[in-house]
């Protein structure tokens, strides 16, 4: 993940699949993480955008299987993504891919809200 300097989105769209996108790549990644779970059926990638990070602001994606008030929820090549009501506007537009290089894996998330970003990887400035 990345750290980047981002200004929330005012006019966050008003359908859930136009807030965020997930490659068919980390859909693939996600549905593997869960393959060999037991329960799913109520399990979502979470995005999130969370106070902290040397850039004041972080990403976070982990499964969940709560429902807040205020979630945005929608399902993106077959994967359940929920947006909690405080992060929609920073992360509006956003795409989620998975990337694989010989240094390193993991979900990367290109926002095009971000201003900037750290050298760390994991924060972002909105």
């Not at 979502?44 to 429902?67: E, M, T």
Request: charged share 25%; proline share 5%.
């Amino acid at each position: 993940m990345s750290t980047t300097d981002v200004t929330p989105d005012t006019t966050a769209p008003d359908t859930p699949a136009e807030l965020i996108n997930l490659t068919p790549t980390a859909a693939e990644k996600v549905k593997s993480f869960l393959a060999d779970q037991e329960e799913i059926d109520d399990v979502a990638l979470r995005v999130a955008v969370q106070a902290g990070g040397c850039a004041g602001f972080r990403y976070a994606l982990f499964f969940d299987d709560r429902k807040l008030d205020g979630d945005v929820e929608h399902e993106a090549h077959g994967v359940k993504i929920r947006i909690d009501q405080m992060s929609t506007p920073y992360i509006s537009g956003a795409t989620i891919d998975w990337k694989e290089s010989l240094e390193a894996s993991g979900f990367a998330i290109e926002n095009p809200n971000a201003s900037g970003s750290c050298a760390c990887g994991d924060s972002a400035t909105f």
